[in-house]
């Protein structure tokens, strides 16, 4: 409960700085939703946007140094980089509302209702998505969907009563046209229409796989572009992949890819906001592991790490380099 209430309470903050991009309460507001959710990082940038337009705030100043001091150990400070300035992973995402959903589109609803979604989905730092206001059927929708090389599409529908708000997202790949998963909501009682859409954002956003890159590499430390906002903790491990290797897969949500080919894998050992710090471990003997690198989040259905595969190109390394040393 918690924590969708801290959901929805950035939401709103998010939707009232669109509508008043300027205003500085709304931005403390926002920041303080940020620090109480443990983004000190965040919280920190937003303080400095702010003092940049009040520098006579000697509160606000004194908030700042103090931050600075408490994040000065983070991954970012440590790797002298801007995080925010950096470019997260991101699927992008088209979305449409069904044709069959015109009866209930009083007054034009259907669109406020694809734009809500749309902002609502853009503040998970996985998605870029984009609402085409005209409703189309299933296959217009996969046509604009394929030419926009997106990875998804969403067709949603909607019944909005007196009493109860109803929507159902059904989720395609872009490249097959292939259902993937249905998200239905059905809520009745107050905020039922926001309280719909932001539940239905944070079940795309969490029912997407985990990916990131490699931003750089010191010796066995790596860095990667993913962080506490998108869920990663300390001890997860991610697998390193080459980018062109990883695919979508076409019947699921999810990613596909030939474990033969795995490279190896990042325990995360320190994670800051959108940045995380892990120590590397090679599959293969020479090393192949380079920033660029496409790194996916291991899961309880995803073990490898006795994979036969892998242990023979392991030896087929090995048994390489012995032949080249022994080459007279």
Same mark, same amino acid.
């Given at each position: ?16 700085? @669109?509508?008043?991009? %300027?205003?500085?309460?709304? $931005?403390? @507001? ?9 983004? @000190?990082?965040?919280? &920190?940038?937003? &303080? ?15 908030? /700042? ?36 959903? /015109? ?6 609803? !259907? =669109?406020?209702?694809?734009?809500? @979604?749309?902002?609502?989905? %853009? ?11 005209? #409703? ?8 604009? =969907? ?6 998804? *599409? ?16 059904? *989720? ?16 009745? !009682?107050? $905020?039922?229409?926001? &309280? ?30 993913? !962080? ?26 999810? &990613? ?21 710090? !892990? ?11 380079? #920033? ?24 087929? *390394? ?11």
């Amino acid at each position: 409960i918690t924590r969708n209430f801290a959901n929805q309470a950035r939401n709103e903050f998010r939707r009232g700085l @669109l509508l008043a991009p %300027h205003s500085k309460e709304g $931005q403390r @507001l926002y920041a303080n939703v940020m620090k109480t959710n443990g983004f @000190l990082s965040k919280y &920190l940038s937003i &303080l400095e946007t702010i003092s940049t337009e009040k520098p006579e705030d000697i509160e606000m100043t004194d908030e /700042i140094e103090i931050y600075k001091s408490i994040i000065s150990d983070t991954v970012s400070y440590k790797w002298s980089i801007d995080q925010f300035l950096m470019k997260s992973p991101r699927f992008n995402i088209e979305v449409f509302l069904n044709l069959s959903s /015109i009866p209930n589109n009083k007054l034009n609803e !259907g =669109a406020y209702l694809g734009y809500y @979604l749309v902002h609502s989905l %853009h503040g998970f730092e996985n998605i870029d998505a984009n609402f085409n206001d005209i #409703p189309v059927d299933f296959s217009t929708a996969y046509k604009i =969907a394929r030419k926009s090389d997106s990875d998804y *599409f969403i067709l949603f529908d909607f019944i909005d009563t007196d009493r109860s708000f109803s929507v159902e997202a059904k *989720f395609y790949h872009s490249g097959t046209g292939s259902l993937l998963k249905i998200f239905p909501l059905f809520r009745t !009682g107050n $905020q039922k229409i926001v &309280l719909s859409l932001n539940k239905l954002s944070l079940m795309i956003s969490e029912g997407l796989p985990v990916i990131s890159d490699i931003i750089d590499r010191k010796f066995n430390k790596i860095l990667v572009n993913i !962080g506490n906002i998108q869920g990663t903790n300390i001890g997860d491990i991610f697998y390193i992949i080459r980018t062109e290797d990883l695919r979508l897969k076409k019947d699921s949500i999810g &990613l596909e890819f030939d474990p033969s080919i795995l490279l190896g894998e990042v325990e995360i050992t320190k994670t800051d906001d959108l940045l995380s710090e !892990g120590i590397l471990n090679k599959y293969n003997f020479f090393d192949l592991i380079n #920033p660029g690198d496409s790194l996916i989040k291991k899961t309880d259905s995803m073990d490898f790490s006795e994979n036969d595969e892998i242990q023979t190109n392991k030896n087929l *390394f090995i048994d390489l380099y012995k032949s080249i040393i022994s080459i007279p």
